[in-house]
């Protein structure tokens, strides 16, 4: 949406948000939900009860067809591979370990030279993601692609936990549904299409929070899904209020860790447990938390690594996380450093019954919240989305160094001028108010021990557990 369009949007009531963002549900339902659905969501369902080494060799089949078709089809790939045959390597790309490292600046730098050139990309779905630089990544993806994967997430978010698609939920995502600078409610909107209210994460608060439990009551939302530090923000300002809304059949987070008290906190207020989910947007890797406390790795989305030194580690032992697609056959990234770390688990049996792969541990991204001058607490997916835009950047950093001040620290990408720059800082007032901004041009964000860094880092000590 353009900033001309989102203006005009924030100035609309609320029933014709509600409406603009119902009909936008309707189209992207039919990207990601067909007749298919419903024996997709069987077949995930009773493939995770297969025996461990039928799921594995399952798996196995699906990644060589993965690399043959990467090897022969992808112009980024079969370039690479002629290049090493010229230069008399005989190694096969048969095997996972021959291949090379696939970084995300190189996806960034050319996204077209990963499509298959048999995949006509006027009839896929072009998508970006952030990803941890702040610096967006285009994604082409078929129509049947992505009702794999929504018939996935059926499956082992909604299915697990005992409802279905018809149920009523909500959600605390990034998106500006309501202007943060709006007073009064409505703090939401209603999407229709996929029986949805979607919580402005901007207005979460103790003086809102009676709105917006009133909301959740009125709509008989059975769950809530979001990103960690947004629930655990809603969390407490339920306690906070002593409010009691009702009993809700689980809250589901996404993009950061889980913490104890964050559970602790969203249990005691919505009586209800707090599951753990791990994905990208790239779609070539997934995770959810099973009743029994396990994060079972999806085998359909991508085959997953662990390395340290990009040599390959034994179960148990953490390293960097590498993951080759096997769902994207327009688009298949192979061995790609996603940018988190963690550990794969020697298989044990699973109180729950799966044989699915569990992750032993998993680093994610850990950035800080954002706190602001009222007591709001956003989380830092609600402010690094600004990075996901039109902005010609390489890096950036988010760096709140006190309440009324944050700087930018920004490595600028070719094409980027006194416009990006004004853009760039009017899309962050947006989100934050009139709030004073300071930019620092570098060559290179510093990284920390992991080679890492925040995208969000705050200077502004306010308690961590609230």
């Known amino acids: 949406m353009t900033q001309t369009a989102l203006k005009l949007y924030h100035r609309m009531p609320g029933r014709v948000r509600s409406l603009v963002g119902s009909l936008y549900g309707y189209k992207m339902r039919a990207w990601r939900y067909g007749p298919e659905t419903e024996q997709i969501v069987a077949e995930a369902l ?59 600046q190189t996806l960034r730098d050319r996204p077209e030279a990963f499509l298959a050139e048999d995949s006509d990309p006027r009839r896929l779905y072009c998508d970006s993601t952030s990803g941890t630089t702040g610096t967006p990544i285009k994604l ?21 936990y005992g409802v279905r698609d018809r149920d009523r939920w909500a959600i605390l995502g990034g998106k500006m549904v309501v202007s943060p600078q709006q007073k009064k409610p409505p703090y939401w909107i209603w999407n229709q299409a996929f029986q949805q209210l979607y919580l402005s994460s901007y207005h979460v608060s103790s003086e809102t929070i009676g709105a917006i439990v009133g909301e959740l ?41 889980v913490f104890e008290y964050q559970r602790k906190a969203v249990r005691e207020a919505f009586g209800c447990e707090l599951r753990e989910s791990y994905g990208l947007s790239e779609a070539c890797v997934a995770a959810s938390e099973c009743e029994h406390g396990q994060m079972h790795l999806w085998p359909e989305p991508g085959w997953v690594e662990a390395v340290r030194d990009d040599e390959p580690l034994p179960e148990g032992e953490t390293g960097e996380l590498l993951c080759t ?70 890096e950036a950093q988010i760096v709140q160094k006190s309440l009324e001040h ?56 306010r308690g961590s557990a609230l």
Not at 71 to 82: E, G, L, N
Not at 409 to 422: I, K, L, M, Q, T
Request: proline share 6%; glycine share 8%; with cysteine.
């Open 46 to 104: 009773e493939r995770e009860r297969w025996p461990v080494d039928k799921l594995r060799a399952w798996q196995q089949e699906r990644l060589a067809e993965t690399l043959h078709r990467a090897a022969t089809k992808v112009p980024h790939y079969r370039d690479a591979w002629s290049r090493r045959r010229q230069s008399g390597d005989r190694r096969s790309w048969e095997r996972i370990e021959h291949w090379p490292i696939l970084e995300k």
């Open 325 to 394: 697609s096997l769902l994207n056959r327009d688009m298949p990234l192979i061995r790609y450093r996603v940018g988190d770390r963690g550990a794969l688990a020697p298989h044990s049996p699973c109180g729950c019954g799966r044989s699915l792969p569990t992750i032993a541990s998993l680093e994610g991204r850990i950035d800080d919240v954002f706190h602001m001058a009222d007591g709001r607490v956003l989380s830092p997916n609600t402010i690094d989305i600004i990075f996901q835009g039109d902005l010609p950047l390489r």
């Open 217 to 257: 009551d009125r709509r008989r939302i059975r769950y809530l899904v979001g990103y960690t530090a947004s629930l655990h923000q809603l969390a407490h300002a339920v306690l906070e209020r002593g409010l009691r809304p009702k009993r809700l059949a689980f809250a589901l987070s996404n993009g950061e860790p």
């Open 140 to 160: 082409w993806q078929s129509r049947g692609m992505i009702r794999m994967w929504y018939g996935l997430a059926e499956a082992r978010w909604r299915r697990w």
């Open 406 to 461: 944050v700087r930018i620290r920004y490595v600028p990408a070719p094409g980027f001028d006194e416009s990006a720059s004004r853009r760039m800082q009017g899309y962050l007032r947006e989100r934050l108010g009139p709030i004073e901004i300071s930019l620092e041009e570098l060559e290179r964000i510093p990284r920390g021990p992991n080679g890492k860094f925040k995208v969000v880092a705050s200077e502004v000590a």
